[in-house]
């Protein structure tokens, strides 16, 4: 999938954030118009935020520390395998929810005994002094301060600050939203990954993002008003070729997209359920292949340097520029089939599912390649890549099979497809492993462990609602 989620979660041409362990919060916003890599791990259905996660993991599934590993960057705290720890703090409100996330670097400590020794020359220090010395270091420690209110069931302030101890990172993250179906938010620095996974840092985000809420039928809409000030900087080092994308250059930008959705059952089983045996997960109970489709439109204003996309094409199909003004638009279409075999409701191998994501993100370059293919099928010519590569749908691919009890694995991978010598090939791209783990007291919710071998980033996330 190519937001990393089973497709009945997607709601079509649309930037959703993106889990990762590159920061203490566990998120990262892709950049506008930039289609989301595989390789940064599964993207969330409804999601507590990071510190309630491992509030939750705590209290409820025995966790004391919560591991995670991220090589963002050789100079980014996060890099190596780290472990992680949330203290409540005591609010006389009940709607008031504060937290302090603690992370240590496990990696950089190991590295760091290594590389000095355990004792220093001519040292007779006690074991335990020798254990505080290292402990010390500051560069080890990062830090989130978080705090949410809820004035109403339905809506959320949330506040966060993060501070490195690495003096390699000396930038605080702050962010601070709201959010409802109207959503505010400001970040400083705001993180954004671009479509080939590089982190990039923008000094100030500021966005405003209306949606509507998603359903498996009918029509939704959504209008983002988002503000980038200051010149993107690299996040860590790998996987960025030193060029951010025009989309979060500074300047303001516009963007509303429409689309239509509707959803077929193929088939669906009748067959009755085990009795007085609930399900792992009462989201995944019901065997049954079903398609769906989704086609819609996008526009795009952008004010600023942000409006060079006009020009190069970065993200849409069609653009216009005059200055620092540009106006850009194009249509998409994603096609999607789902099947499931299994009730999850035995102990071992009672759910089987497998989805297929086929989607075309932008209508005019894909008319663009099958005007070229019709010239030259007429013509007795063979079709070049570029040809090929335009008409080409972006291929995800999702397969998930019970292991025993609430225990089930899943790989996400993309499918490549191309053509060299004349002859067309098909390649894996950026596959993503999980392991979950169904809560079944909760009708519908999930640990996940996944790990990205391109990415080189483990999370656990907890997750609720996503069939």
């Not at 190519?2 to 993106?18: A, E, I, M, S, Y």
């Not at 102990?347 to 005007?371: E, K, N, Y």
């Amino acid at each position: 999938m190519r937001k990393l989620r089973w497709v009945k979660d997607d709601d079509g041409f649309w930037d959703l954030d993106v889990s990762t362990p590159a920061t203490l919060n566990g998120i990262a916003r892709p950049a506008p118009g930039d289609p989301i890599p595989s390789v940064l791990g599964l993207s969330r259905g409804i999601r507590l935020s990071r510190p309630k996660q491992l509030d939750f993991f705590q209290r409820f599934m025995f966790m004391p520390f919560i591991p995670s590993y991220s090589n963002a960057s050789p100079h980014a705290h996060g890099n190596g395998f780290s472990l992680q720890r949330v203290l409540s703090l005591p609010f006389a409100l009940d709607r008031w929810f504060g937290t302090v996330l603690g992370q240590l670097n496990v990696q950089k400590l190991a590295s760091s005994i290594k590389r000095n020794g355990f004792r220093q020359p001519n040292d007779e220090s006690p074991w335990f002094k020798n254990i505080a010395r290292h402990l010390s270091d500051k560069s080890l420690y990062a830090i989130d301060f978080c705090s949410e209110f809820f004035p109403t069931p339905d809506d959320s302030l949330q506040f966060s600050l993060e501070s490195y101890g690495d003096d390699d990172y000396k930038t605080p993250r702050k962010k601070a939203f709201p959010h409802h179906n109207l959503t505010l938010e400001a970040a400083s620095p705001g993180l954004f990954v671009d479509k080939n996974g590089g982190f990039w840092d923008i000094p100030l985000n500021m966005a405003i993002d209306l949606a509507s809420v998603a359903s498996d039928i009918g029509p939704s809409y959504h209008i983002c008003v988002n503000h980038n000030a200051g010149s993107p900087k690299s996040f860590g080092t790998h996987k960025n070729d030193g060029i951010p994308p025009a989309s979060i250059q500074p300047g303001l930008s516009a963007t509303t997209a429409f689309s239509l959705k509707n959803s077929i059952d193929i088939w669906r089983s009748e067959a009755p359920k085990l009795k007085k045996v609930q399900p792992y997960d009462a989201f995944l109970s019901n065997p049954h292949i079903s398609a769906s489709g989704i086609i819609g439109g996008v526009m795009s204003a952008c004010f600023g340097d942000n409006s060079v996309r006009a020009t190069t094409g970065d993200g849409f199909g069609v653009g216009v520029r005059r200055g620092n003004c540009a106006i850009l638009a194009d249509s998409f279409a994603t096609v999607s089939l789902s099947a499931q075999l299994g009730s999850f409701q035995k102990m071992f191998f009672d759910l089987t599912r497998f989805q297929a994501l086929l989607d075309f993100p932008s209508g005019s370059t894909f008319l663009t390649g099958a005007t070229h293919l019709a010239k030259d099928l007429y013509n007795s010519q063979t079709p070049n890549l570029k040809t090929f590569q335009q008409i080409s749908p972006v291929t995800t691919l999702s397969f998930q099979q019970q292991l025993v009890g609430p225990f089930s694995f899943r790989v996400d991978s993309g499918i490549k497809w191309g053509m060299e010598n004349g002859e067309s090939f098909v390649e894996v791209k950026d596959p993503v492993f999980a392991v979950e783990y169904a809560l079944q007291v909760l009708a519908s919710a999930k640990a996940v462990a996944w790990y990205s071998p391109r990415q080189q980033e483990f999370m656990i996330e907890l997750r609720f609602f996503e069939s």
